[in-house]
Nanobody, 116 residues
Framework: QVQVVESGGGLVRPGGSLRLSCVAS????????MGWYRQAPGKERELVAD???????NYADSVKGRFTISRDNAKNTVYLQMNSLEPEDTAVYYC??????????WGQGTQVTVSS
């Protein structure tokens, strides 16, 4: 069984920064992909960014140049550094871990609110 737990959400003003963390535990094997998704009220969940164990990354167009995903394989942890935050980034942010197309676990989500 694999579990992931997110942390680091909160309230921030437009233009501010936040760093999210996600730790995976349990039967975590190499070769996985860890990713961040978000879901705003009334909208579908969407991919924000993901990263494989080799460090290759993938970003949504809306966050390119503002968000950076990284990981520490030794700690089974993935981070999302979010800079230049905009009100449109307000959402619940979820972490997941997958092998290929098989998602093993989702986190409970962490709220990010960007507001003045």
């Amino acid at each position: 069984q694999v579990q992931v737990v997110e942390s680091g959400g909160g309230l921030v003003r437009p233009g501010g920064s936040l760093r999210l963390s996600c730790v995976a535990s349990g039967r975590v094997f190499s070769g996985n992909v860890m990713g961040w998704y978000r879901q705003a009220p009334g909208k579908e969940r969407e991919l924000v960014a993901d990263i494989n164990s080799g460090g290759s990354t993938n970003y949504a167009d809306s966050v390119k140049g503002r968000f950076t995903i990284s990981r520490d394989n030794a700690k089974n942890t993935v981070y999302l550094q979010m800079n230049s935050l905009e009100p449109e980034d307000t959402a619940v942010y979820y972490c997941n871990i997958r092998y290929g197309l098989s998602v093993l676990a989702w986190g409970q989500g962490t709220q990010v609110t960007v507001s003045s």
